[in-house]
């Protein structure tokens, strides 16, 4: 595998930042997770947008510019023959010394990307649903830290997918500080009740997922079916018809049952299997093409 680094491509045994950098030493960096499909980068200009956004927000410099970057993301595939990837786009905030302060990171923020590929959850979860749990981890308030930075430090959604693992499943719905539905540990949640498909507003401090919006738009403008950005309690979760989740590295993935609780008849719902079929369709013919 080739990891590019700050320009370079090498090996991924040689792929290596120093200890001193504030990404390693504080969480003090941004990225983004990208994918590929059948030769073709999926929503590369809003994933760069977001990745301008996160950097502005933290008052970070990225070192180079946002054409630059998809050249240098067309050449780590290529580099890696990958035409169905998984992409992490890294932005370090740079070496310093030992205190948290960026203004002593005197050395240029590292850019990295890695190729690989990655499935979050197991073939079968996407073809009949998983179970998650709601866990007591709650999501970071928005007004100390946005969702929306997609910084290094994940640590909160870290401790909720533990929480997830020791009770037998692999993803958690976090709430809020005033205990609504945000969204899972790495992905958006959605729900469907009466033909109608809801998910949590940004203010409730959801990110603003890349596959969220490309869902929605899909239920609005391709399936006519009607979508509301709400509040949602666990309740809502427990009563809905369907529910589903999304994100880069997720796709589009049922949830079956809810904390013990079967959702529906404990089946991916009909809007939820379209919805599947629609992303998986789109995703194939849509993207910056990899040559
Ligand atoms: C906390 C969180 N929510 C939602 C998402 C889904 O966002 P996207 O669809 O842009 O990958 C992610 C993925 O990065 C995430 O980490």
Same mark, same amino acid.
């Given at each position: 595998?080739?990891?590019?680094?700050?320009?370079?491509?090498?090996?991924?045994?040689?792929?290596?930042?120093?200890?001193?950098?504030?990404?390693?030493?504080?969480?003090?960096?941004?990225?983004?997770?990208?994918?590929?499909?059948?030769?073709?980068?999926?929503?590369?200009?809003?994933?760069?947008?977001?990745?301008?956004?996160?950097?502005?927000?933290?008052?970070?410099?990225?070192?180079?510019?946002?054409?630059?970057?998809?050249?240098?993301?067309?050449?780590?595939?290529?580099?890696?023959?990958?035409?169905?990837?998984?992409?992490?786009?890294?932005?370090?905030?740079?070496?310093?010394?030992?205190?948290?302060?960026?203004?002593?990171?005197?050395?240029? =923020?590292?850019?990295?990307?890695?190729?690989?590929?990655?499935?979050?959850? =197991?073939?079968?979860?996407?073809?009949?649903?998983?179970?998650?749990?709601?866990?007591?981890?709650?999501?970071?308030?928005?007004?100390?830290?946005?969702?929306?930075?997609?910084?290094?430090?994940?640590?909160?959604?870290?401790?909720?997918?533990?929480?997830?693992?020791?009770?037998?499943?692999?993803?958690?719905?976090?709430?809020?500080?005033?205990?609504?539905?945000?969204?899972?540990?790495?992905?958006?949640?959605?729900?469907?009740?009466?033909?109608?498909?809801?998910?949590?507003?940004?203010?409730?401090?959801?990110?603003?997922?890349?596959?969220?919006?490309?869902?929605?738009?899909?239920?609005?403008?391709?399936?006519?079916? =009607?979508?509301?950005?709400?509040?949602?309690?666990?309740?809502?979760?427990?009563?809905?018809?369907?529910?589903?989740?999304?994100?880069?590295?997720?796709?589009?993935?049922?949830?079956?049952?809810?904390?013990?609780?079967?959702?529906?008849?404990?089946?991916?719902?009909?809007?939820?299997?379209?919805?599947?079929?629609?992303?998986?369709?789109?995703?194939?013919?849509?993207?910056?093409?990899?040559?």
């Amino acid at each position: 595998m080739k990891v590019y680094i700050d320009g370079r491509l090498v090996d991924k045994e040689n792929a290596k930042i120093s200890v001193l950098d504030h990404g390693l030493l504080y969480g003090d960096g941004i990225f983004e997770g990208i994918r590929a499909y059948n030769g073709r980068v999926f929503r590369l200009k809003e994933h760069l947008e977001r990745l301008w956004s996160s950097a502005k927000a933290i008052n970070l410099a990225v070192p180079i510019q946002k054409k630059e970057i998809e050249k240098a993301i067309i050449k780590t595939l290529l580099a890696n023959k990958l035409s169905e990837a998984y992409i992490r786009l890294i932005v370090t905030r740079g070496c310093g010394d030992l205190s948290i302060d960026p203004k002593n990171c005197t050395m240029s =923020p590292s850019l990295i990307i890695i190729a690989s590929s990655v499935s979050l959850y =197991p073939e079968e979860f996407y073809i009949n649903g998983m179970e998650v749990i709601t866990t007591c981890i709650r999501r970071i308030r928005q007004d100390s830290l946005s969702p929306n930075v997609k910084s290094l430090n994940y640590l909160n959604n870290i401790l909720a997918k533990m929480q997830a693992t020791k009770s037998g499943v692999m993803e958690a719905i976090m709430l809020n500080a005033e205990g609504y539905v945000v969204e899972c540990t790495s992905d958006n949640i959605f729900l469907v009740k009466d033909d109608i498909v809801y998910t949590p507003s940004a203010s409730d401090g959801a990110l603003m997922g890349i596959t969220r919006d490309t869902v929605i738009e899909l239920a609005k403008n391709k399936l006519k079916i =009607p979508v509301k950005e709400e509040r949602i309690s666990v309740y809502d979760v427990y009563t809905a018809d369907e529910c589903f989740l999304t994100g880069t590295a997720a796709e589009v993935i049922p949830v079956i049952a809810v904390d013990s609780r079967q959702i529906l008849d404990g089946k991916p719902g009909k809007i939820t299997l379209k919805l599947i079929e629609e992303f998986k369709s789109l995703t194939r013919l849509t993207g910056i093409p990899i040559k």
